[in-house]
């Protein structure tokens, strides 16, 4: 399996504000993925991050709201836009090497939003 | 209707028993994988097991098994010899065949299980 990190690890953001958060990973990657887990709930998949085209995002998901880039095969990033105390949750990335292989998740990002 | 239904919202074990976490779906999909993930408190999501829908046999991987039962839609998750560290939040999920196995996952709620000692 892949070596994931995200960065950063937590943060504390004002609402109004937008967070990036830096998703790595260690061998080039066929997929990855932004997953929300809000707080004692399970997780929701956000969108697919694909590598120089526009991410494919799950219904209930935004473009402007959750803006997403993924320049290469190893490197992605997530903005949460317009924070709001809602927006409170984990945010995790999700990589599979190939297509129909099984994930594996990053670290997490915790964000909370005052 | 939901797709991962994991009944058991919280499961209380004797250390060294054997524990086994139910896990429902719903998909009309031919071609669909079935996974387990570990939550401890740190947060980290663990990878333990993975069944294909075309595997003929049950998935094992140490003292972890997965009780596959096509016909039920089932896909159970059995421990063995359960330990303290086993503590932690077990999560369901399904990637459907759709999109050449490209998609996403769909997570059930959860079942949090406590070993004691």
């Not at chain 2, 059995?78 to 769909?106: H, P, W």
């Amino acid at each position: 399996s892949a070596v994931i990190s995200q960065k950063p690890s937590r943060d504390i953001c004002q609402r109004g504000t937008s967070l990036t958060i830096q998703c790595q990973v260690d061998s080039q990657v066929t997929m990855m993925f932004w997953y929300r887990q809000q707080p004692g709930q399970s997780l929701t998949l956000i969108a697919t991050a694909n590598q120089g085209s526009e991410a494919t995002y799950e219904s209930g998901f935004v473009i402007d709201k959750f803006p997403i880039s993924r320049p290469n095969l190893t490197f992605s990033t997530l903005t949460v836009s317009n924070l709001s105390p809602e927006d409170s949750s984990i945010y995790l990335c999700s990589v599979a090497l190939r297509i129909g292989e099984t994930q594996y998740f990053g670290p997490g990002t915790r964000l909370l939003v005052l | 209707a939901q797709k991962i239904t994991q009944t058991q919202p919280g499961m209380f074990v004797q250390e060294k028993e054997a524990v086994t976490l139910d896990c429902t779906y719903d998909t009309s999909d031919p071609s669909y994988g079935l996974f387990w993930y570990k939550q401890p408190s740190s947060g980290e999501m663990i990878f333990l097991i993975y069944q294909g829908s075309y595997d003929q046999q049950n998935a094992t991987e140490g003292r972890y098994s997965l009780n596959f039962q096509k016909a039920r839609k089932s896909a159970n998750l059995v421990i063995s010899a359960s330990q303290l560290g086993d503590s932690a939040m077990y999560f369901c999920a399904m990637r459907e065949g759709g999109g050449g196995g490209a998609d996403g996952l769909t997570f059930g709620k959860g079942t949090h299980l406590i070993i004691q000692p």
